[in-house]
């Protein structure tokens, strides 16, 4: 399987590169992982927040293929325990699903075009986080499951 997170804009921010770079790393032996960062829209003091919104939904859906499982981080999905995503990301492996694309929304969340591809949501917390943030605290959550599919000591429970 091949897990890509899809996201907008750069991350300017050294540490949280140096955080993500570390999980990055280490996930190199357990799956074929990757971060795709889409360009920031220009000129957004133009646009409004629909508009963004719905230039950035094109830009994700041209980066998507049909057979892709779409997997939103939005702030209403579904939560998981660590226990729970690492058996979540197992159940995909078990069905054969090829490529999960996991995609963390530009600052004003995601069009309705983005929301009717998806597969499903999950959420890592009920609070608001960057989505610059996001990208090390999902990084850090996708190691983790791995590692305890493998049984390895990262996960204290």
């Known amino acids: ?16 590169i140096e955080g993500i770079d570390k999980y990055i790393k280490r996930l190199k032996f357990y799956v074929n ?6 360009p920031d829209i220009k ?15 094109l830009l ?9 499982l779409v997997v939103l981080l939005d702030e209403h999905g579904k939560e ?4 729970e995503f690492s058996a979540y990301l197992e159940k995909m492996m078990v069905q054969s699903v090829q490529h999960m694309v996991f995609i963390i929304g530009g600052p004003y969340g995601f069009d309705q075009k983005i929301y009717d591809r998806a597969n499903s949501k999950i959420s890592l917390s009920k609070m608001t ?8 605290f999902f ?5 983790r499951a791995f590692s305890i599919m493998k049984g390895e000591p990262y996960h204290h429970e």
């Open 1 to 16: 399987m091949k897990i890509t997170l899809l996201c907008i804009g750069k991350t300017d921010d050294k540490y949280l």
């Open 33 to 38: 992982f990757n971060i795709m960062v889409i």
């Open 43 to 57: 000129n957004v003091k133009n646009l409004s927040a629909e508009q963004q919104k719905d230039k950035e939904a």
């Open 60 to 68: 994700i859906l041209k980066q998507l293929q049909p057979q892709d």
């Open 80 to 83: 998981f325990r660590s226990l």
């Open 129 to 136: 986080f960057s989505h610059q943030m996001i990208r090390l």
């Open 139 to 143: 990084t850090e959550q996708l190691y």
